[in-house]
C-alpha cells in the first residue's frame, strides 16, 4: 500500500520561501518512480508544476516558477522535495505530490500519476 505524505506548507509573504516534502512509503518495486508536484489554486484546475524521474532529470511544467522552484529527490530516502522561493501571491493553492504507479523511462501524462499525496497548503500573501 504506497503513501504519500507531504509537509512544509504554511502562510508566507511574497517574496518568502517554502520548503516541501514528500515522503513515500509502501513503494515495493525496485525501481524508483517518476514523481512530481502539482497545485491547486481556488476555482482552477489541478495543473503539474514540476516532475522529477527517477536519475533526477527535472522538468518544470509551468513557466512562471521556473528559476524559483527546484524539484529534487532522495531514491534512499524515499524522499521528494521542491524548493520554493520568490513566492507570488499566484502560487497560493492545495500543492499536491504524486508518485507514478510503476518505474519506467519517462515520466507519464499528468493523469496517469498512479498515486497521490493527501496535499498541503500554501499561502502567499
Known amino acids: 500500500h504506497v503513501q504519500l505524505v507531504e509537509s512544509g506548507g504554511g502562510s508566507v509573504q511574497a517574496g518568502g520561501s517554502l520548503k516541501l516534502s514528500c515522503e513515500m512509503s509502501?513503494?515495493?518495486?525496485?525501481?524508483?518512480?517518476?514523481m512530481g508536484w502539482f497545485r491547486q489554486a481556488p476555482g482552477k484546475e489541478r495543473e503539474e508544476v514540476a516532475e522529477?524521474?527517477?536519475?533526477?532529470?527535472?522538468?518544470y511544467l509551468v513557466d512562471s516558477v521556473k528559476g524559483r522552484f527546484t524539484i529534487s529527490r532522495d531514491n534512499a530516502k524515499n524522499t521528494m522535495t521542491l524548493q520554493m522561493d520568490n513566492l507570488k501571491p499566484e502560487d497560493t493553492g492545495m500543492y499536491y505530490c504524486?508518485?507514478?504507479?510503476?518505474?519506467?523511462?519517462?515520466?507519464?501524462?499528468?493523469?496517469?500519476?498512479?498515486?497521490w499525496g493527501q496535499g498541503t497548503q500554501v499561502t502567499v500573501s
Open positions: 509502501g513503494y515495493t518495486y525496485t525501481g524508483k518512480p517518476c
Open positions: 504524486a508518485a507514478d504507479h510503476k518505474p519506467r523511462s519517462n515520466c507519464p501524462s499528468p493523469a496517469d500519476f498512479g498515486y
Open positions: 522529477i524521474r527517477a536519475g533526477g532529470a527535472a522538468r
